[in-house]
């Protein structure tokens, strides 16, 4: 009797199958199995947000989220994002606001705003700080985040798309 059991996702955007223990957080599998390790462990008790992925559209801590679970589902990780180039002017406006510190959170801050941002409307600043209390930052005061978010929401309403190229040459 095996103590595996195979599991097959898409994970940004490619089909993965690998047979796991099953219980693995898909954090671990994430981490361990594909090495994408944007997707950080912070404390493991679905708190911090450090460990926050898009499953099948949806926000959720893969802390606490079984790899078992996930299986026939897409996962989007902030690799993902990023090399789609799905974040890039939230990447730039965090570099331009100093939100950003240590950088633990920032994956999980990342990843918040984008699900934030991807919803109809301008956030108010209290819509931004309700949406990112489930991330837990050590290191910057929440201020800054709050302002990369918020920039970012009014360019994106006011139809700019900010170039980090473009900007970092200005």
């Known amino acids: 009797m095996s103590d595996l059991v195979n599991v097959t996702m898409t994970v940004n955007g490619t089909e ?4 796991i223990a099953p219980r693995i957080t898909l954090a671990d599998f994430l981490r361990q199995t594909l090495e994408l ?4 462990t912070g404390c493991e008790m679905g708190v ?17 989220t079984f790899a ?4 026939g589902a897409a996962i989007e990780t902030v690799e993902g994002l990023s090399d789609r180039a ?5 990447q730039e406006a965090f570099h331009q606001r100093n939100a950003l510190q240590c950088g633990f959170c920032t994956p999980g801050m990342l990843m918040t705003a984008h699900a934030l941002l991807s919803q109809p409307g301008v956030p108010s600043r209290e819509g931004i700080r309700d949406a990112l209390s489930g991330n837990y930052c050590r290191c910057t005061g929440y201020e800054a985040i709050v302002d990369a978010i918020e920039k970012v ?9 900010a170039q980090a190229s473009e900007e970092v040459g200005a």
């Open 16 to 19: 993965v199958s690998h047979s």
């Open 37 to 40: 390790t944007g997707t950080h």
């Open 48 to 64: 911090c947000g450090a460990c926050l992925v898009i499953l099948d559209g949806r926000v959720v801590h893969s802390c606490l």
């Open 68 to 71: 078992v679970q996930a299986s």
């Open 86 to 90: 799905v974040i890039a002017d939230i």
């Open 153 to 161: 929401a009014r360019d994106r309403d006011a139809g700019v798309i």
